[in-house]
């Protein structure tokens, strides 16, 4: 299951660059992970500074 991104996310991209598929992009409002080509790691779920990320 792919892991989300909440409103609480600052838009620094420490996810993004921790991601080793490539999965996380800018979105709209926040960062936002593609569930098609995440793995489920979890790498952008530790390096995230204010814990906006969470399994699904």
Known sequence: MARVIDENCISC?????????????Q?????EIDADTC??????ESACPVGAIAEA
């Open 13 to 25: 991209g420490t996810c993004a660059a921790s991601c080793p598929v490539e999965a996380i992009s």
């Open 27 to 31: 979105g709209d409002e926040h960062y």
């Open 39 to 44: 793995i489920d790691c979890g790498a952008c």
